[in-house]
């Protein structure tokens, strides 16, 4: 693999930010693409870090519905065959903890979207 194509534009050679190329961010970006995301797009720094906290968030909504889902089928209303009361308390207590940080996560969402559009 050559390292570079030696064909003299240069200047042309710094690619640009791809957020474009996601649903996440409307318009184009002019910034410099200098991370890899995902091994795919080519975006600047603060579209990473906004990319890298929407995934974040994801993950947290996911686990969040996971455990509703849980609780919904293990729930006490079930009578004598649900979980035990304590494993129950401690899903519970993880699912609350998981909806406070998704909290913060969107608070910090919110901010580098404010950053971004400055
Ligand atoms: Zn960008």
Redesign the pocket.
């Known amino acids: 693999m050559r390292p570079e194509e030696a064909d003299g534009n240069s200047s042309l050679s710094q690619p640009r ?1 791809e ?1 474009e190329k996601t649903p996440l961010v409307e318009g184009e ?1 002019q ?1 410099p693409g200098e991370v890899r995301y995902k091994g795919i797009l080519l ?2 720094r ?2 990473a870090a906004l990319l890298e906290l929407e995934d974040r968030a994801q993950a947290v909504l996911g686990s969040v519905f996971r455990m509703d889902e849980w609780l919904e089928e293990n729930g006490s209303r079930n009578g004598d065959a649900s979980a035990d009361e304590e494993f129950l308390g401690r899903v519970q207590h993880e699912r609350d903890e998981a909806v406070g940080a998704l909290r913060l996560i969107r608070e910090q969402i919110r901010s580098a979207r404010k950053a971004l559009s400055q």
Request: glycine share 0%; proline share 12%; net charge positive.
């Open positions: 930010c957020i970006c910034r975006v600047c603060p579209h």
